[in-house]
């Protein structure tokens, strides 16, 4: 079983740790997601499973996907997306990804589409500081600035930075860490914030990145009285030792 699956933003939230101390958390309603298709190199040239996920009325679907639903003998879906594994012979067609195959503590991948923020002008897409709001500056305060050259080339260069359609781009988050699982209702908890709008299509995997998990431990109590009487204890051992050695 590979660790991937598809979900939906529902939104954000906290809780308190076991630590007791409050985690802002997203919640995600992941899976389950059938698989409709399995590809094989011989067949397809790579070696991939193609699942299914989100609730949408049959009359929604066109003839090429309602084929391909009706074929693997799964309902209907909103969206049909590819993952890439060497285990694909292992799956069956029919077969669901499920939210259980996580745990809390494992780390993930997510992307998601970021909002659309429709047009926007160069400091808000760029992050320009703007011209200064003194010295005769009355109307270019947010204005993005010169933006051509001198007699050579004479042309604004290609890939410059200007106003323009801002946000509606594929955002990845990686290593963020899974808080909670609840497989009754198809929950899953994110520690932070996830890309994209609510009732958004999000896709998880398994992390690339292999670090160590942070593991936070409560301080022993009386712990620092302990070091300060260790210290104490000490200290006329080392003042004998030092006026001996001199």
Known sequence: MIKAILAKKIGMTRIYDVHGQVVSVTVLQAGPCPVTQVLTPAKHGYSAIQVSFGDVREKSVNKPSAGIFKKANVPAAKWVREFRTDKAASFQVGQALKVDSFAAGDYVDVFGTSKGKGFAGAMKRWNFHGGPSTHGQSDRARAPGSSGSNTYPGRVFKG???????????????????????????????KGAVPGPLQGLITIRETVKKTKKRILRAPEPGKKEKKKEAAKAAAPAAAAKAKGGK
């Open 160 to 190: 410059k930075k200007f106003p323009g359609h801002l946000g509606v781009e594929r955002v990845t988050v990686q290593h963020m860490e899974v808080v909670q699982i609840l497989p009754e209702q198809d929950l899953m908890l994110l």
